[in-house]
Nanobody, 123 residues
Framework: QVLLVESGGGLVQAGGSLRLSCEAS????????MGWFRQAPGKERALVAA????????YYGDSVKGRFTISRDNAKNTVYLQMNNLKPEDTAVYYC????????????????WGQGTQVTVSS
């Protein structure tokens, strides 16, 4: 069992930056591929970025490429999402998720989810 706790959300003006953090419990964090999802009102939850167990493999959704960076520190059981040049359309609840899979995982059926953190970008 992995418990995930996100932090770092908030209100920011367009063009600003935020860094989300997700701390995982347990001693097997490095066994999990990790992902950040987001869900805006009236929309389905969508994968924003994913990172492999080692951190060497990453994936980004088209809408965030070049603006967001996912990283992880396995010694701290933490995955990060650095968000730069934020836009109003980035407004959503952001979720951290973990999955046991052989390699970088870009599906949506992750096994473990955090409670979410709200990101609001004003124009």
């Amino acid at each position: 069992q992995v418990l995930l706790v996100e932090s770092g959300g908030g209100l920011v003006q367009a063009g600003g930056s935020l860094r989300l953090s997700c701390e995982a419990s347990g001693r097997t964090f490095s066994s999990y591929n990790m992902g950040w999802f987001r869900q805006a009102p009236g929309k389905e939850r969508a994968l924003v970025a994913a990172i492999s167990k080692s951190g060497k493999g990453t994936y980004y959704g088209d809408s965030v490429k070049g603006r967001f960076t996912i990283s992880r520190d396995n010694a701290k059981n933490t995955v990060y999402l650095q968000m730069n040049n934020l836009k109003p359309e980035d407004t959503a609840v952001y979720y951290c998720a973990a999955v046991l899979s052989p390699a970088l995982y870009t599906g949506t059926d992750y096994n473990h989810w955090g409670q979410g953190t709200q990101v609001t970008v004003s124009s």
